[in-house]
Nanobody
Framework: QVQLVESGGGLVQAGGSLRLSCAAS????????IGWYRQAPGKQRELVAV???????KYADSVKGRFTISRDNAKNTVSLQMNSLKPEDTAVYYC???????????????WGQGTQVTVSS
């Protein structure tokens, strides 16, 4: 089993910054893609940013130039630096990882429990 634990959410004023972190633990052989999704009240969950095992990145258009995703393969962690935050960034942010478990040839999709980010105007 694999666990993803997020940290770093909170309340910030518009224009401020937050840094989210996610640590993966458990029976991990390798992590393929890992990234962040978010879900605002009444809206569908959406991709924020993802980074591949080869460090290719993909961002939602709404966060390009403001958010930066990075990963530490040795520690099985991913971080999301969020700058110039806007009220519309308010959401629950979820860590997501595609993992090959030990003693398995298959890839599995895991989610963290979510962390609240609130940006006040």
């Amino acid at each position: 089993q694999v666990q993803l634990v997020e940290s770093g959410g909170g309340l910030v004023q518009a224009g401020g910054s937050l840094r989210l972190s996610c640590a993966a633990s458990g029976s991990i052989f390798s992590i393929n893609a890992i990234g962040w999704y978010r879900q605002a009240p009444g809206k569908q969950r959406e991709l924020v940013a993802v980074i591949s095992s080869g460090t290719r990145t993909k961002y939602a258009d709404s966060v390009k130039g403001r958010f930066t995703i990075s990963r530490d393969n040795a520690k099985n962690t991913v971080s999301l630096q969020m700058n110039s935050l806007k009220p519309e960034d308010t959401a629950v942010y979820y860590c997501n990882a595609v993992v090959q478990a030990t003693n398995s040839e298959y890839l599995y999709n895991y989610w963290g429990q979510g962390t609240q980010v609130t940006v006040s105007s």
